[in-house]
């Protein structure tokens, strides 16, 4: 049991609100597509995201409109998908929960933890708990079910409240016994048959994720299992052996958290959960081996919670792999014969299509060599769907717009090299093409609904500190311009079936939502809500919020025999339904931004001083030594500029329109230039040419 002052810290940090998650009462049935009501944070136990409502159709679409609209309180903001049972719809934002009416948009309560339990939390001193580095909320969702609501906390703590008034119930923390700066629940926990299954998540700082089962009536822990297997258990051998000098015990810090909501289904006895990175996150020498269960599926036993099968998506992870959306449970058809399905979307955007079974592959994956780097420890292969498409474009993409010095690896999961800096690669690797934003699944179309950004960035470290994390910035402007996409990609055979390409920028966090109407809806950062036609991609509707920075998954609900859509935009909760009055609002026109001046200076070092990112391993620091500092600076008219190499190898710098040049200069040496005429340079060093500066003379 908890002491008294740890259960104030547990309440107290109820203010950094990030996830209330569904519990299904008892007798309701999961399985099926939500229609009149949307109960789970992607609809249903598949987290499918699609709806059997149909009032709104690709015919009459055009006629939806505004229904209404309610402010976050604070200015907050929210990336939650609203939950709605019985005409009533509740939301999280910022550190308070709404249940709101659902037709008309009034708010019936609002909690607030420091309201809840004031005798509680006296002693605590919120500003305390937000400086000790627990972060801001961004929850993915809230529900209700049971007649208690539960939640999430940014301190690994769950909370039921009671649905009617959101009087707390119960609450219970499945972190660690000495509280970890880091750890939370960051995915909507879910519910079946009286038990609510969550997880832990490592804010990638060093310690073990974890899933767990609470008793929903009573919040006792039924079962809790660490991400990472420690001695004796199976795959801990894919971890150093504690004999392996200083990074033996290296599991006991290994990631593997759990970000996103599991995915509970009964009939089989089963509980799915995906993980997120290894750790260190990019520190391959000090972890040799697959690294076991990161960047993976656990199918655990739902009484128990043993793992019953697993599938690895990432061996021995560099890239900051997390499977970063929730898994969908599907039925496929293979061979003429329905199977028990589920797909998860690796971050490079390729949909691994199992049985949820046995966790074998429903269409063939197979093993490819990829790039190779000996101090990284690197798999010699990593898993691919045969034949598939992934959500954003081929390596051959970029061959023609990587432009010199850089160099484009399309060898596969190029990894961070210490001793290479020019060398790029597709999103970095694997990382960055489908994070956070969920997909949707049509069983009308047989289509997954997916949207992503891709990019290219170098496959760099600048630190043999496995800890390490970070670079200097570089000059944006030097690699191409990523590119969003938005797609429909078959289950029947893993190809894109239609694509769209986004405007450039965000892409924001709002994923696909699929109805029987035939459509497909999604919000845009651009401050609009969209509608597609499912099956074709064409784009049907779109009403403009004037609010940006879309945050929350749409989801459709039906009250008095109208169908509603609604989704969080920014700071804003918005509701729709045809023949909505709300008006549209002008476009969002963000400020322009000037062209960076740089910093005023007299003087430019060749090498850069960076901090790592503090991830519960003390303050680290690395130089990088191809990155100017400052990287744009300013001078006067004829003034003396001074060039000084601070770093460790022999530097020549000269302006990439000869106009000068210094050097070359070894360790400590400097050399000055006086420039008479007005106007921007871009230099480099001949040595190493990736490193580019900027300079403005006045």
Known sequence: MPSRSYRIFALATAVLLTSVAVAVQTGEDGRNPPGKDWPLFGGDWSSARYSTLARITTGNVKSLGGAWTMKFDANASTRATPIVKDGVMFISAGSRLYAVDAKTGKPLWTWRPTEAAPDRLESANIGDLLNAGFGIPNPPGVGLGQGLVFVGLMDGTIAALR???????????????????????SGAPSYANGVVYTGLANGDWAFRGKAAALDATTGAVLWELYTIPGPGEPGHNSWPSSSDGRYGDIWKQGGAGIWQPPAPDPELGLVYYVTGNAVPMFGG????G????????????????????????????????????????YDATVNGRTRKGLAAM???????????????????IEERPVTQDRFNNTSPTQPYPVGADGLGP???????????????????????????????????????????????YSPQTGYFYAQGTASVGRARRISRDPWFRGNAAMLADLLPPSVNALAAIDSRTNKVAWTKELPPGQIGTSGPLTTAGGLMFRGDPDGTFQAYAARTGDKLWEFQTGVGAARGAAMTYEVDGEQYLALAMGT??????????????????PPARPAPRGEEAHQIETATLVPSAERGVGSRYAMDEHTFNPLRARVKADRWLTFVNNGAEIHTIAALDGSFMVGPLKTAESAAVKLSKRGTYRYSCKEHPWAVGELTVE
């Open 163 to 185: 649905q009617k008034t959101g009087e707390v119930a119960w609450t219970h923390n499945i972190g660690y016994e000495v509280p970890r700066i880091g750890q939370a629940i």
């Open 285 to 288: 020498e000090a972890r040799r």
């Open 290 to 329: 697959d690294n076991l269960y990161t960047g993976s599926v656990l199918a655990l036993d739902m009484k128990t919670g043993k793992v019953r099968w697993h599938y690895q998506v990432v061996h021995h992870d560099l890239w900051d792999a997390d499977i970063a959306i929730p898994p969908i449970l």
């Open 346 to 364: 690796r971050a490079d955007g390729y949909l691994f299509l199992l049985d949820r079974e046995t966790g074998k592959p429903l269409l063939p």
């Open 394 to 440: 081929p390596c051959s993409y970029w061959k023609d717009k990587v432009k010199a010095p850089f160099v484009l690896d399309c060898g596969g999961f190029t990894p961070p090299f210490v001793d290479k800096h020019n060398v790029v690669a597709p999103s970095a690797a694997i990382a960055g093409v489908n994070r956070v934003t969920p997909m949707s």
């Open 572 to 589: 804003a909760l918005f509701a729709f339904k045809l023949g909505g009055t709300l008006p549209q609002q002008p476009p969002i026109r």
